[in-house]
């Protein structure tokens, strides 16, 4: 698959109020989450370097000890292994990841569609 539409992804509810679908190639992936206000995402750490985009709503989010509220067109790059949480504030929140290398326990869970590289001969 080379084309996709976020809304048709399979969808995950990673935990409670927070949704999750993805979509990912061999060396990379996409998370679009959904957020209800109130929402939290507890303190963790990961091994993947983790970009993260809020494209509507707020959220308050730390990285290591720096707080910040993120809105929409807001971002923040997370490290490998830096420890991160955010709490959703009161409005329905979204918010995109990228993932370098894709999460393994993301793809196995929700079955993330893969896209796969077209061929040449796809092009001809």
């Known amino acids: ?42 303190e963790h750490a990961h091994p993947n370097e983790q970009i993260t985009v ?20 807001d971002g923040v790059c997370i490290p490998p292994d830096v420890l991160h949480k955010a709490v959703v504030l009161d409005e329905p929140t979204e918010a995109y990841d990228a993932w370098n290398p894709p999460r393994d326990d993301y ?8 896209s796969s590289r077209p061929r040449l001969e796809d092009n001809r």
């Open 1 to 42: 698959m080379s084309f996709f539409r976020i809304g048709e992804l399979p969808k995950v509810e990673m935990l409670p109020g927070i949704d999750r679908r993805a979509v990912s190639l061999d060396g990379v992936m996409l998370t679009f989450f959904t957020f209800e206000p109130g929402s939290i995402v507890p």
């Open 107 to 114: 793809k196995t869970s929700s079955n993330a569609a893969r």
């Open 54 to 73: 809020v494209t509507r709503g707020a959220m308050e989010f730390t990285l290591g000890d720096e707080t910040r509220v993120l809105r929409a067109g």
